[in-house]
Nanobody, 120 residues
């Protein structure tokens, strides 16, 4: 069983920045997903176990950066130039089988989520 705990969410004005953290108990491919009210959970980005390979959804590429510190068992999501449409609950997830997947069902373990709200 892999435990994942997110933190760092909050309220920010449009154009602002936030950094989310996800502490994990095992080293696997990791990803961030988000779910806005009334919408399906969607892929934000992923990072390989080594940390050398990242993948982003088109909606966040150039604004969001995923990184990980294996010594601290922590993954980060740095979000810049936030927009109201980025408002969602953000989840981290772990995948032991595939690398760079955008498919929600391929991620076996999930955190509880952290709320990000961007005001206009």
């Amino acid at each position: 069983q892999v435990e994942l705990v997110e933190s760092g969410g909050g309220l920010v004005q449009a154009g602002g920045s936030l950094r989310l953290s996800c502490v994990y108990s095992a080293q696997y491919t990791m990803a961030w997903f988000r779910q806005a009210p009334g919408k399906e959970r969607e892929f934000v980005g992923s990072i390989s176990q080594s940390g050398y390979t990242t993948l982003y959804d088109d909606s966040v590429r150039g604004r969001f950066t995923i990184s990980r510190d294996s010594a601290k068992n922590t993954m980060y999501l740095k979000m810049n130039n936030l927009k109201p449409e980025d408002t969602a609950v953000y989840f981290c997830a772990a995948n032991s089988r595939t690398v760079g997947s955008k498919i929600l069902t391929e991620y076996e373990w999930w955190g509880q989520g952290t709320q990000v709200t961007v005001s206009s």
